[in-house]
């Protein structure tokens, strides 16, 4: 039996809860250690990059006033901590952090490095190299200083400098964002190793990654116009918002809004994308698993209310930026601090359970967890960064950029094999639906077509049997009655060829609708009979051919053709005023080919559709056989049918 909704969705969320208790005590670590030990980096000509060790050392400086000089004149008031992390992260609230290390170029020939920070947006960076306690070289970047003006020509923070022979130097560096957290995933490299690799890898990547968004998006909008389905809009906009996010958080084209040309300047551009991002994925992760036929509500509700929150947060950044010139952000940065760091990982837990909830009410299920395992790569990266914020866990390069760009190709890839599934399934539905409905229009045909033949056949025996045969006795009756009396009249013998020639007619009219040549002889001699019967009126002269037709066929296909052929030859005596006909049928090993060609005044085949009930009848006669019929005429020239009936799946 199963358990209600409620109680599984409880079990699931408490099982979640255990889950994260476990990272979270697993990964917890003390954040405040003294330490005197400081990371030393030997440079001995056999590396060409070198990542940050665990263990560098850094101060928070809530001040925001401390200087170096400072520091490096009272070194005991400052006492630096041992950060855990390949990558040390911090929930800044604004504070700027300390970081330092040793290097020391053990080689007998001065060599030229680079500190690769791969941050480009943060509000303050420098680096200071410190030899017996003198500042020896000092460097400053920030998000707004012009790439042009840097010393290496980048969105990162990228810091050169050069060390003499066996020189060894201290490094600090100094890093501070107003709003978010602060990550140290440095590198340092040769630079000329710098020089080689570097852009040339990293532009490859990212054109790479821009040119796969970009086309899965511009195909998106194909299938949007191609089905009119809102689900392939919102994806389409979900790919290219994923664009925006990643490039402002990789720093590309930050020159372009650095100055606030969309409005809002820099790093708050990051923002607006970021949450951009988060509206979109909410729209179509709605419409996928279609929120909105939830009968519990709760979901397509919070769904809205979140969307209404960021996007309320987006005219904060506008309206503060264009009417207060960004001075509620920074009076209010802690506050607006904690508000990001709910908002941007908030939406993925939420999306989250709301897929988990689908699975577990069978809403989309399959849909549902197959979007689970896409998102699995980005959930992962997306909780850890939250987590290593609050330095819950250790901080690591899991969070670059590059890794949430790989995750996210992961994601579009399966989801894109889920739409397309999709869309197969919905042709398929198609499919099926359409075959039902041509099935039930060729039942609907079939009965309509039986039933008029039964009628015939019944008006036809009644005019023969009934009709006709009463007229024949009436028409004896008169005779003997007269013979006995020896009457000569002229109106009487008039009534007596009148009977005569109705008795005729009806006889007539009974074998056109029932012939009996068609029954016991087959369509070959009919049609040769009812040729011959046209050909004795005055006016019209046909010429029959029949071709390989030397056996009987299926009933239902001599009696359509028949009609066919009578229907066709109906409307030539009624409407084309032609004095010549040609019918030629001929038989295949697979189809039957009916031609008929009149001199006529012809007609326009454009216009096919509207000539009348006698087309439409000979369309139905063909289309329940399988057939195809084509009208081939024009004005003045005449008129072509040509009727194609395949043997093999006749009925």
Known sequence: MKLPVVSRLSQSLRLVTKVLCILLLVGARLSAQDTTGIISIKYDGNWQKKNMPMGLLYLQDKSNALTLEKILEFPKNFRFKKAYGNAPTFWAKGNAYWFKFNLKNATNINQAFAIDL????????????????????????????????????????????????????????????????????????????????????????????????????????????????????????YVIMALGFISTNQGYFIRFYVDGSFGVAG??????????????????????????????????????????????????????????????????????????????????????????????????????????????????????????????VNGSRLAEIEYFAGAFLIEIVVLMVLLAYRLKAMQDTAERLFAEKSIAQQQRTEAILEAEERERVRIARDLHDG???????????????????????????????????????????????????????????????????????????????????KERLNEKIEMMLYRVVQEILSNIIRHAEATKVSIELVKH???????????????????????????????????????????????????????EIPLIHSK
């Open 267 to 392: 790093n708050r551009m990051r923002y607006v994308c970021s949450l951009l991002f988060l509206i979109s994925g909410l729209l179509f992760i709605r419409k996928y698993l279609r929120w909105d036929l939830l009968k519990n509500s709760v979901f397509n509700y919070t769904t809205w209310a979140l969307i209404g929150l960021l996007v309320g947060m987006i005219l904060f950044l506008y309206i503060d930026r264009l009417l207060f010139k960004d001075s509620l952000f920074h009076s209010n940065s802690a506050l607006v601090s904690a508000i990001l760091s709910v908002v941007f990982w908030f939406p993925t837990l939420y999306v989250i359970f709301g897929a988990i909830y689908c699975v577990m009410i069978e809403h989309f299920a399959k849909e549902a967890f197959y979007f689970l395992l896409a998102n699995l790569p980005i959930a992962t990266i997306v909780f850890h960064s939250s987590l290593s914020n609050y330095e819950l």
């Open 118 to 237: 791969p941050t480009p947006l943060y509000d303050e960076g420098r680096l200071y190299l410190v030899v017996d306690n003198k500042i020896i070289n000092e460097q400053y970047l920030s998000w707004d200083t012009p790439q042009l003006d840097r010393p290496i020509k980048h969105r990162n923070f990228i810091f050169p400098f050069t060390l003499k022979a066996n020189q060894e130097v201290t490094c600090y560096l100094k890093l501070r964002k107003e709003v978010g957290s602060i990550w140290v995933p440095i590198t340092i490299w040769e630079r000329d190793a710098f020089d080689y690799y570097y852009y040339s890898a990293d532009y490859h990547i990212w054109g790479f990654v821009t040119g796969i968004l970009l086309f899965v998006s511009f195909f998106s909008f194909l299938l949007l116009f191609s089905f009119k389905d809102m689900l392939y809009f919102y994806y389409g906009v």
């Open 589 to 643: 090993e697979h189809e039957l080919v009916l031609v008929v060609e009149d001199n006529g005044i012809g007609f326009d085949s454009e216009e096919v559709k509207n000539h009348g009930i006698g087309i439409k009848n000979v369309a139905t006669r063909v289309e329940y056989l399988n057939g195809s019929v084509n009208f081939d005429s024009a004005i003045g020239r005449g008129t072509s049918v040509i009727v």
């Open 467 to 549: 009709i006709g045969q009463m007229l024949a006795a009436a028409r004896m009756a008169l005779g003997n009655f007269l013979a006995k009396k020896k009457v000569e009249n002229e109106h009487i013998q008039n009534s007596l060829d009148l009977l005569e020639e109705s008795i005729r007619e009806i006889r007539e009219i009974s074998h056109n609708m029932m012939p009996g040549a068609l029954t016991k002889l087959g369509l070959s001699t009919a049609l040769k009979q009812f040729v011959n019967k046209v050909n004795a009126l005055d006016g019209l002269q046909i010429e029959l051919q029949i071709i390989g037709l």
